[in-house]
C-alpha cells in the first residue's frame, strides 16, 4: 500500500459495479473484490467504513487509522485513500456522491454535517448502545440496494440520512444545528470553488467576483467562519495537494509545480517552503 506511483489514481462510485451515484457492500473480502482499494488513489466520492470486527489500517492522507472493531471512518471526496485489511473482515462499505443526496436534500445541507467536513476528525468510535441500530439500518440499505425496487433511491438516502445525523450527534453531542444563512453558504462555496480552481486560480479576487462580492467582504466571511483570511484558505488547499503529490507519487519537484500550475519550480520550492516550513524535497525526506 505505501508504493509510490508515476500518478494518483481517481475512481468514481462504479469501480464498485454500480451504475448508481451510490454503493453498498459488505466489508468481508473486499480487496479481492476491488484490488484499486488496496493501492494509494482519491475517489470522487464519499466513503463511510463502518468496521465490525478487522484487523489492518487505513492510510488516509498523511493520517494512519488502525482497524479494529465498532469504529466508522470517512474518507472524504479527493482525499489520498489506501486500505489494508484481512479477508474475513466483518463490516460495510457505503459510497454516495453528493449529487446523490443533493437530489433530495439541498447540496449545502450535506456540509451541515460536521463530521464530513474537511476540517473534522475522520472516524469515530461507535457507542455500544448504537451497534444495533447501525447493523439494522445497515442491513436494511444492502437489502433496498440490491432488491432494486421503486423509488429505492429516495429509500437509501432517507437510510443515508438518519447514519448521518446520527455520527454527527456521536461526535458532536453538545453542538447546536448549524443555522443556515446567506453568509455561510458564501463560505461553503467559496470553499467549493477553491476545490475546482486551485490550480488555475491562487488569488482571492477570482474567488470573490465569482461570487458576486468584494474581496474585503470575502475575506470577514473567512475570518468570521474559518478565523483565516480567504488567501489562506486557497494556499493551505494548494500545499495538501502539494504533499499528496510528493508523499504518494514518484513526479519530480518540477513536475508537482507545473502540475499544480506554477510558472516555474523555483517559485513552487519558495511557495512551498514559506507555507509549510520545509522544501519539497525536504518533506519528502520526512516521508521516508
Not at 445525523?165 to 461526535?171: G, K
Amino acid at each position: 500500500m505505501g508504493m509510490k506511483t508515476a500518478e494518483i489514481a481517481e475512481y468514481p462510485v462504479s469501480v464498485f459495479g454500480t451504475d448508481m451515484s451510490f454503493w453498498i457492500g459488505n466489508l468481508g473480502g473486499i480487496l479481492e473484490r476491488i484490488p484499486q482499494l488496496e493501492r494509494p488513489h482519491k475517489q470522487a466520492f464519499y466513503m463511510l467504513l463502518y468496521v465490525q470486527e478487522a484487523m489492518g489500517l487505513v492510510k488516509l492522507d498523511k493520517q494512519t487509522i488502525i482497524l479494529d472493531q465498532q469504529k466508522v471512518i470517512c474518507i472524504k471526496p479527493n482525499s489520498v485513500f489506501g486500505l489494508d485489511i484481512n479477508r474475513n473482515a466483518k463490516g460495510y462499505i457505503i459510497c454516495f456522491t453528493e449529487s446523490f443526496f443533493s437530489l433530495r436534500y439541498n447540496n449545502n445541507v450535506l456540509y451541515q454535517f460536521t463530521f464530513l467536513k474537511k476540517s473534522a476528525e475522520c472516524y469515530i468510535r461507535l457507542p455500544e448502545i448504537h451497534i444495533g441500530k447501525w447493523e439494522q439500518l445497515l442491513c436494511l440499505m444492502e437489502q433496498e440496494f440490491h432488491a432494486y425496487h421503486n423509488n429505492a433511491a429516495k429509500v437509501l438516502r432517507s437510510y443515508l440520512n438518519i447514519l448521518l445525523f446520527d455520527l454527527d450527534r456521536n461526535q458532536y453531542p453538545h453542538r447546536k444545528a448549524a443555522s443556515r444563512n446567506n453568509k455561510a453558504d458564501k463560505i461553503i462555496k467559496f470553499e467549493q470553488l477553491v476545490d475546482d480552481y486551485y490550480i488555475q486560480q491562487k488569488t482571492p479576487s477570482f474567488y470573490a467576483a465569482r461570487l458576486h462580492i468584494s474581496t474585503n467582504y470575502l475575506n470577514r466571511l473567512c475570518r468570521e467562519y474559518r478565523g483565516v483570511r480567504s488567501g489562506e484558505i486557497i494556499r493551505e488547499r494548494v500545499i495538501i495537494e502539494a504533499q499528496r503529490l510528493l508523499q504518494y507519487t514518484t513526479i519530480t519537484v518540477a513536475e508537482a509545480a507545473y502540475k499544480l500550475g506554477f510558472e516555474s519550480p523555483s517559485y513552487f520550492i519558495t511557495f512551498f517552503k514559506k507555507n509549510s516550513g520545509t522544501t519539497p524535497e525536504g518533506f519528502r525526506m520526512l516521508d521516508i
